[in-house]
């Protein structure tokens, strides 16, 4: 059960709709866009334990 390895590694999981059960499919597509939008970057990989999700953001230097 869970994200398949192909299903990962054709990044098809982050298109808007897709979805293996009952979802709308537009979870992490949406996730992805908001950190996107925030300099970073959203990745999936594959391991025996099922999907790992990287979040990634980088420190920004602002005064406010």
Known sequence: CGISKHNIESGIIFEPGFSKKSGTGIG?????????????????????????????????????
Do not use: M
């Open 28 to 64: 992490l597509p949406i996730a992805g866009e908001a950190i996107e939008r925030l300099g970073g970057k959203l990745a999936a990989r594959y391991s025996d334990n099922g999907a790992n999700f990287i979040i990634e953001i980088s420190k920004q230097d602002e005064e406010y």
